[in-house]
């Protein structure tokens, strides 16, 4: 089980950070991935983390904006989001997979099969 927290409204440029807790599992163990839900559209992943070597696969638009971390002691995983902009809003979800990469995590992870999933936490960015 996955539980998320750290949604909030936030003004243009501001920052936030989502946590993702992992409960009955080590996260350390699995792929972790953010995705977003816009509204109208589908989730699409954003930013996610293979489980061995920590390498990160990232969405053109968050780049150089959004990193993704684990603190392995604490079973948690977190997005930090920095210089936020209205086209950021949405409901974000965190993901963990111990089948699959980084890369297909956030390619496919809405088609796969042995991802769970949190329950999302609402980002809106607006003044």
């Known amino acids: 089980q996955l539980v998320q927290s750290g949604g909030a409204l936030v003004q243009p440029g501001g920052s936030l950070t989502l946590v993702c807790a992992g409960s009955?599992?080590?996260?350390?163990?699995?792929?972790i991935g953010w995705f977003r839900e816009a509204p109208g559209k589908e989730r699409e992943g954003i930013l996610c983390?293979?489980?061995?070597?920590?390498?990160?696969h990232y969405l053109d638009s968050v780049k150089g904006r959004f990193a993704i971390s684990r603190d392995d002691a604490k079973n948690t995983a977190y997005l930090q989001m920095n210089d936020l902009r209205p086209e950021d809003t949405g409901r974000y979800y965190c993901?963990?997979?111990?089948?699959?990469?980084?890369?297909?995590?956030?390619?496919?992870?809405?088609?796969?099969?042995?991802?769970?999933w949190g329950y999302g936490t609402q980002v809106t960015v607006s003044s």
């Open positions: 993901a963990a997979d111990s089948t699959t990469s980084a890369e297909a995590l956030c390619r496919e992870g809405p088609t796969l099969i042995f991802t769970i």
């Open positions: 009955g599992g080590r996260l350390a163990s699995r792929t």
């Open positions: 983390m293979n489980k061995g070597d920590g390498e990160a």
